[in-house]
């Protein structure tokens, strides 16, 4: 069972994401992660995220046996990561080098500590379109890029970090533009994903709108 999540920035997939993967006891990917670990790299080696050869050079040199420990560096949640990770994922060789890791993944899905898992939730921006187009359920999540910026504004305060709204607001339009206009697996719900506007719903909500549908849809 493979359960895709895509959608833009801060809409709520990875909540929900984890909340599914939790209920029904499957494997969670933050594909979003992956992105961002390359952003991060190419970052402390000094270089532009844009830099074609750099990028792909570091995407290329991930080793996936020791995937969980480079993901979970707190630093890729912060918000130059987020916005270097949307550079670098421009780059379609950088695209087909994360692209295996992914499927497989999708494949022989595992938690943490590498036990298997019967299914997997994988987050992002291409996984119902590209990474497992045969997916078994399909959530497009979004909301309002003010709603959006307003929930990461919330978070940032929460932590202590510094935050403003309307830089937030700038750098969600902007990487809401370069997601979707992308040449290659650009962001776009899939053509059989259930869209869900969580502008209005609280995160208790869109996890229930979502078992619903599987519940109605798919069991
Ligand atoms: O979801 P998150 O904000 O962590 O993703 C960071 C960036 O990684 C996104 O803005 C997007 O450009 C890229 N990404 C992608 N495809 C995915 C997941 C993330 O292009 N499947």
Redesign the pocket.
């Known amino acids: 069972m493979i359960i895709a999540i ?5 809409a709520g ?2 909540t929900l994401a984890q909340n599914l993967a939790k209920h029904f006891h499957y494997a969670f990917l ?7 670990a390359v ?1 991060y790299a190419v970052l402390q080696a000094g270089k532009d995220p844009s830099d074609e050869s750099a990028a792909t050079r570091e995407a290329k040199s991930f080793d996936p046996k020791s995937i969980n420990k480079i993901l979970s560096n707190p630093a ?2 912060d918000e130059a ?3 270097a ?6 780059i379609p060789a950088v ?1 087909s080098a ?1 692209l295996d890791l ?1 499927r497989n993944f999708a494949k022989e899905p595992f938690f943490e500590d590498g036990t298997p898992a019967k299914g997997a939730v ?6 119902g379109t ?2 497992c187009p045969d997916a078994d359920v399909k959530f497009f999540v979004t909301a309002s890029a003010e709603v959006r910026a307003d929930r990461r504004f919330k978070e940032l305060q929460e932590a202590n970090k510094p935050a403003d709204y309307d830089t937030i607001l700038k750098d969600i339009k902007e ?2 533009e ?2 979707s206009n ?1 040449a290659t ?1 650009p ?1 776009k719900p899939a053509e059989d994903a259930y869209v869900l506007d969580t502008s209005h719903l609280n995160a208790v909500q869109v996890f229930q709108a979502a078992l619903d549908h599987i519940a109605v849809n798919h069991e």
């Open positions: 895509d959608g833009p920035a801060a997939k990875g933050d594909t979003g992660r992956l992105y961002r952003g890729l949640r990561t987020g916005n990770a949307s550079k670098v994922a421009v695209r994360l992914q994988l987050d992002g921006r291409d996984i590209v990474v990487r809401d370069r997601d992308r697996a962001l």
